[in-house]
């Protein structure tokens, strides 16, 4: 991540991946309703999707203050009035600061932290979305009988040394994380760079 002069951070990758994500994201989000973003990092996808997806509103979250500040900053910049102010929220831990949500999108979160973070965003989502609401995650993944990229091969390598507990995860895995929450896998969509957006719908 880049810095500029005020607390506005830059993802490049966040660049390169909105436009393919808020295509999913149009099909897939309901056409009224509020939107929580949980690791919203730098907010470049939060305020690319409010941009392009007035009729909805969107709360983004992050645990890092540093995160926190640069999702304000961009709002501000962009004067965008369906964002919400950035909330601190960890996934991993239960008691989100925030009820309901009609959907519920995470980006690149679940190889960059810890697998309980991933439980408790399944606990999370599974608590707030109602029936027919969808949990949008985008990233890696391992996928059986699909051999892996060489790319995402050495991504993962460099994830573990950086922290033993992250990694690329298995997508069946995350799918039976997801089912015990009442989140059927709705669909994968292919996207460049040999990621993934995968769709779950709060099930009945
Ligand atoms: C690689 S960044 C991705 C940020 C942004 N979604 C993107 O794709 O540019 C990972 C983000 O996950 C956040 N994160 C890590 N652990 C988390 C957790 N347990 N709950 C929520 N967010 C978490 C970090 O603070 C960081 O902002």
């Known amino acids: 991540m880049s810095i500029s002069s005020d607390a506005r951070l830059s993802a490049p990758s966040a660049l390169r991946n909105r436009d393919p994500i808020l295509d999913v994201l149009?099909?897939?989000?309901?056409?009224?309703?509020?939107?929580?973003?949980?690791?919203?990092?730098?907010?470049?996808?939060?305020?690319?999707?409010?941009?392009?997806?007035?009729h909805l509103a969107f709360q983004p979250s992050d645990p890092a203050a540093e995160a926190?500040?640069?999702v304000a900053a961009h709002v501000a910049a962009e004067g965008l009035a369906n964002v919400r102010a950035p909330l601190a929220l960890d996934?991993?831990?239960?008691?989100?600061?925030?009820?309901?949500a009609a959907a519920i999108v995470c980006i690149n979160?679940?190889?960059?932290?810890?697998?309980?973070?991933?439980?408790?965003?399944?606990?999370?989502?599974?608590?707030?979305?109602?029936?027919?609401?969808?949990?949008?995650?985008?990233?890696p993944y391992l996928r059986d009988g699909v051999e892996t990229a060489p790319g995402n091969?050495?991504?993962?390598?460099?994830?573990?040394?950086r922290d033993p507990a992250w990694?690329?995860?298995?997508?069946?895995?995350v799918a039976a994380a997801a089912e015990k929450h009442g989140l059927a896998l709705e669909?994968?969509?292919?996207?460049?760079?040999n990621n993934l957006t995968v769709v779950f719908r709060k099930s009945a």
């Open 26 to 54: 149009a099909a897939v989000l309901p056409p009224a309703g509020l939107v929580l973003e949980i690791a919203s990092g730098s907010g470049e996808h939060v305020t690319h999707f409010a941009r392009h997806l007035p």
């Open 68 to 70: 926190r500040a640069s």
């Open 91 to 100: 996934a991993a831990v239960a008691d989100w600061p925030v009820g309901p």
């Open 109 to 139: 979160m679940i190889h960059i932290s810890p697998w309980p973070s991933t439980l408790g965003l399944m606990a999370g989502a599974g608590a707030r979305l109602p029936v027919g609401g969808p949990l949008v995650l985008y990233g």
């Open 153 to 161: 091969r050495a991504f993962d390598e460099s994830l573990r040394r």
């Open 167 to 173: 990694g690329l995860r298995r997508l069946k895995d």
């Open 187 to 193: 669909r994968v969509v292919e996207m460049p760079a």
